[in-house]
């Protein structure tokens, strides 16, 4: 599924930036403005143009990748279509935000761009400074609580998606089994509203991170 989705997210990007004219159409005139937007809070959020461009791609295909993939469970065949072995279904394609090896693979991608924006930015050793201060008793322990506030974006990352995600589909299924013909329809549309909230509040987190490890250590 997550092949598909890149390949998927490929071939828009083809279409698009074969379709992409000097004198832009409607739709290219609302994508520029979309993407525009989006690269400018981008900027005014991290406050320099530099960080805007180097990580702006990054929070843009996180978003882009997240999305369809939620998106991509509404198509007619995905987690319906599979075989039954030891009285039990598998599907043979479902939602990657469905696994958790997805959301935790995205959140190692996170993680490890939000330190690298730190150590970039501030060097590693006054970024572990943030983490590490023997000024004071208090000042240790508030480094030590950051420190495991760090390592648990891990765990916040991965569960939030994985959690949101998988609890829509269950949902889902439980209601077409019980009132199989006209309330399955709203809730969908519902659980396409999720995953766009979802997909947005994991790239805006990354970002706001990256902003916090970037500021110098107070």
């Known amino acids: 599924m997550s092949f598909i989705v890149v390949v998927f997210l490929f071939i828009l990007a083809f279409l698009v930036n074969k379709r ?31 960080a805007a461009r180097r990580y702006f791609p990054l929070i843009a295909s996180l978003f882009l990748f997240i999305l369809a993939g939620n998106m991509i469970q509404f198509i ?25 090896n997805v959301t935790l693979a995205l959140a190692l991608i996170s993680f490890f761009v939000i330190e690298y924006a730190g150590i970039s930015e501030l060097g590693g050793l006054n ?31 991965s569960f939030r998606l994985f959690g949101n995600i998988f609890a829509g589909e269950v949902v889902i299924a439980v209601i077409i089994f019980f009132v199989p013909v006209v309330l399955p329809v709203p809730m969908m549309l519902f659980e396409v509203f999720v995953g766009f909230i979802q997909a ?7 970002l706001f991170f990256i902003k916090i490890a970037r500021a110098e250590a107070h």
């Open 20 to 50: 992409i004219a000097l004198l832009p159409g409607r739709l290219q005139t609302i994508l520029e403005m979309l993407v525009g937007y989006v690269y400018s809070y981008v900027e005014e959020t991290l406050g320099e143009k530099n």
């Open 76 to 100: 007619p065949g995905i987690g319906s279509i599979g075989f039954f072995g030891h009285e039990e279904f598998t599907p043979l394609l479902r939602s990657l935000n469905t696994d958790l």
């Open 200 to 206: 947005a509040i994991f790239s805006l987190l990354t």
């Open 127 to 157: 970024y572990a400074k943030k983490f590490v201060n023997l000024k004071s008793p208090l000042d240790f322990t508030v480094g030590i609580i950051d420190l495991f506030s760090e390592l648990a974006r891990l765990v916040s990352f």
